[in-house]
């Protein structure tokens, strides 16, 4: 599996917006669903939300209901991430990865993924 890469982190203020995207490879299989996890700074890698990319179907960790939202393109070769009212705690390292698990078991653990990408540093700052 060939990791995929993210992009379109920076920084923010608090109650801004940030769009990440996810470059999915061609040898992504087509049945694998998309997931994104962040890492907060001295804290474990958690799930953030995941598609199915057959339907486009979101599913979300139940604390970022509303704020975040997944979608993907057309060609299914791009995943975004939108985030709205960012806080605080939003900050930390965002990564895609592909898998065959899909809906918010995809989201249970890390453990579950084994070809992390470079992740994509957001900040966000009172």
């Known amino acids: 599996q060939v990791p995929l890469v993210e992009s379109g982190g920076g920084s923010v203020q608090v109650g801004g917006s940030m769009r990440l995207s996810c470059a999915v490879p061609?040898?992504?299989?087509?049945?694998?669903?998309i997931s994104w996890f962040r890492q907060p700074p001295r804290e474990e890698r958690e799930g953030v939300a995941n598609?199915?990319?057959?339907?486009?179907?979101?599913y979300y960790r139940d604390s970022l209901k509303g704020r975040f939202t997944i979608s993907q393109s057309v060609d299914k070769k791009t995943v975004w991430l939108q985030m709205n009212d960012l806080k605080l705690e939003d900050s930390g390292v965002y990564y895609c990865?592909?898998?065959?698990?899909?809906?918010?078991?995809?989201?249970?653990?890390?453990?579950?993924?084994?070809?992390w990408g470079q992740g994509t540093q957001v900040t966000v700052s009172s």
């Open positions: 598609i199915d990319r057959r339907g486009g179907a979101g």
């Open positions: 990865v592909a898998g065959p698990w899909c809906g918010v078991t995809a989201l249970r653990s890390a453990d579950l993924y084994g070809h």
């Open positions: 061609e040898s992504t299989n087509d049945r694998y669903c």
